[in-house]
């Protein structure tokens, strides 16, 4: 069975529209509140939120639903996506709910679920779910006199705050050291300053005023130049930029150069090689991922494994052999001694330990690899699936045609999005020139051919 409105990181389209609805929700959150409800004890689930306006859509009709088959609701208001699988383990809750579109402009939302355990649902949970949603629900009502209970958790803030603090190496400290942190008006605007404050840092932050709109516009991951701009400005030792969840983290140096977490991994996977807390020989990352990610950690006796784009199947195979490092380009870091999911906040401290531990410049150390010639260009898919445009002769035959070309050269990677309409054409290779001219050429086939 395929799933019809989970992907690859939970329930996601634009606001107030089909599936982010309002009755969508109340029925997500009946199916999943019945899902998880075993055993005679109170059951209880975590509800967070980003800073989306969309959220007091959606917030109040997943409570319903939950409240509906009689399950126990804690509200926890504006957190990281971390936060939430963290205080759901902590809570002893049996269900954990994100509200939010993760990097996606305001207009977006999305609803994200974690297990008892923190993480995130398995393909056969999601099924499940779906399966009671689309076939009747009114079997999963209570009687009135069962329903639940919903309350507010006043305290989650400082609870967070604890938890990643105490993921910072004992005996270090962050005095002397200036850092732009970019909050993205979301999730992690009050948290992620006061982290780092704590800690000794010197904080200068951006993106620290959301209004419900402002989520992810012109800051955060995908929009760095402000934050760049600022470092060198205030001659910051480095800056860290959060998504609109904060399960993310991309990175830059005193100079302004940009790292990504292809940069980050191949440092804490290096730096925990070193000290002897590298478990499952390597690191995690998915198709992604840079080459030369690949040849610095083989150069180093470690192995990279590919998986499929999302960090919940970086995560599957690290839980299933046992690796404590994993993530992907983008930024989204999965360190399974702390975290049951990606953690921007737990990464970037990773990080600033190297740094204070080195006495060096972030520059010397936050590149340790050069990568090499990767493009990546999205094409939007008007009026047909995108099965559909992957399946026509002319685009099949033009992947094939690159394939030939980048044959012993580099490889190609054409995908489709898994939250929106998108076809994704990724390239790499020795030859700048090559990848460009493989990719443009691969576009402009799937543009026409998807009618954009």
């Known amino acids: 069975m395929t799933r019809k409105l989970f992907g690859t990181d939970g329930v996601r389209g634009t606001a107030n529209t089909e599936p982010m609805t309002a009755e969508t929700a109340l029925k997500l959150g009946m199916a999943a509140g019945h899902h998880f409800t075993r055993g005679a004890h109170r059951h209880m689930v975590v509800i967070g939120k980003d800073t989306r306006l969309s959220g007091y859509l959606l917030e109040p009709a997943l409570m319903a639903g939950f409240v509906s088959v009689g399950m126990d609701v804690m509200l926890v208001g504006p957190l990281p996506t971390p936060a939430v699988a963290m205080l759901t383990r902590s809570l002893r ?34 099924l499940t779910i779906e399966a009671k949603m689309f076939n009747g629900l009114d079997a999963l009502r209570i009687g009135s006199d069962h329903l639940g209970r919903a309350k507010r958790l006043d305290d989650a803030v400082g609870r967070y705050i604890e938890y990643v603090k105490n993921t910072f190496p004992r005996g270090l400290r962050l005095d002397g050291l200036k850092i732009v942190v970019d909050c993205a008006n979301g999730a992690a605007y009050k948290v992620a300053p006061t982290v780092l404050w704590e800690l000794g840092a010197e904080v200068v932050s951006v993106a620290v005023s959301p209004d419900g709109f402002n989520i992810n516009k012109d800051c955060g991951s995908l929009h760095t130049e402000r934050m760049r701009e600022l470092v060198v400005a205030h001659n910051a030792h480095l800056g860290i930029a959060l998504d609109g969840d904060a399960d993310r983290v991309v990175m830059c140096d005193e100079h302004g150069a940009m790292i990504d977490g292809d940069q980050l991994m191949a440092l804490i996977a290096d730096l925990w090689h070193r000290s002897g807390q590298l478990r499952g020989g390597g690191v995690v990352a998915t198709v992604m991922s840079n080459l030369g990610l690949e040849r610095f950690l083989n150069a180093r006796g470690l192995t990279l494994i590919r998986t499929n784009v999302g960090d919940r199947y970086v995560l599957e195979h690290m839980r299933r052999e046992g690796f404590n490092v994993g993530g992907e380009q983008s930024g989204h870091i999965v360190l399974s001694d702390h975290c049951t999911t990606g953690d921007g906040l737990v990464a970037a401290l990773q990080v600033l330990a190297a740094l204070i531990q080195s006495g060096k410049p972030a520059s010397e150390i936050l590149r340790l690899f050069e990568p090499l010639p990767q493009v990546l260009k999205n094409v939007r898919v008007v009026g047909a699936s995108v099965a559909e445009v992957l399946a026509r002769a002319d685009v099949v035959a033009a992947m094939t045609a690159a394939e030939v070309r980048l044959s012993g050269k580099g490889r190609l990677l054409i995908r489709k999005s898994g939250t929106e309409p998108l076809i994704r054409v990724m390239a790499e290779g020795e030859s700048e020139s090559l990848v460009n001219d493989v990719v443009d050429g691969l576009v402009e086939v799937i543009r026409t051919a998807a009618g954009a």
């Open 93 to 126: 809750a049996d269900l954990g709910v994100m509200i939010s579109a993760s990097h996606n402009p305001y207009q977006d939302n999305g609803i994200k679920l974690f297990g008892p355990d923190g993480f995130k649902l398995s393909d056969e949970d999601e």
